[in-house]
């Protein structure tokens, strides 16, 4: 299993994803109209998703990611206030991660934190789905055109499994009694 080693663009916050791999996490493109929303609204929106609108996500447990510098510097997103929770690096705006919330055991860890991008592939495989399809900006290419439902049942089975051996605990951007580790703004 291998480390993936994280950073802002800026360098103030860093991280470390440990024992990741192809079996352990997912890796996807979502298009949903969501994940397109995140960067632009921080000014990254080029940086991260690709010309369809996808972003490449790596959903991992909670437990096997940490925040190891800059975390006074996390920020936390809501489009709604019942959406996802969007992590990012305040200092420059780095779209970090994304979060249902302490009750469902999963982070999505967004491709542009990932400081070893030429080890990606090598270290959580290649993409696994493309979810959310009928939200992509433009047309998508044939061999994109698969979406959640192939992976639907891995997901839930992986959030069970990563409960029932720990692996959800600790959260690094939930307290143990489920509030965000900074509060939320909604826009």
């Known amino acids: 299993m291998a480390e993936l080693k994280l950073s802002c663009h800026c360098g103030k916050v860093r991280g470390v994803a440990h024992d990741v791999s192809p079996s352990i996490g997912n890796r996807l493109i979502c298009y949903c109209e969501s994940c397109q929303q995140f960067p632009i609204k ?17 959903q991992l447990p909670p437990g096997q990611l940490k925040i190891t510098e800059g975390v006074e510097e996390i920020r936390c997103l809501r489009h709604t206030s019942e959406g996802l929770y969007r992590f990012y690096a305040g200092c420059c705006d780095t779209p970090f991660a994304n979060s249902p919330g302490p009750g469902m055991p999963f982070i999505g860890l967004l ?12 270290h959580i495989g290649g993409i696994r789905a493309h979810v959310n399809t ?6 998508l290419p044939k061999d994109r055109k698969y979406g959640l439902a192939m992976v639907i049942v891995r997901i839930v089975s992986q959030m069970i499994w990563w409960r029932v051996t720990g692996r959800a605990k600790p959260h690094p951007f939930f307290t143990d009694d489920g509030l965000p580790i900074v509060e939320p703004e909604v826009r």
């Open 111 to 122: 491709h542009v934190v990932d400081s070893q991008p030429e080890q990606r592939d090598a």
């Open 42 to 58: 921080l000014g990254k929106g080029g940086q991260v998703v690709d010309e369809y609108g996808g972003t490449d996500i790596y």
């Open 134 to 139: 009928v939200e992509a900006t433009k047309p």
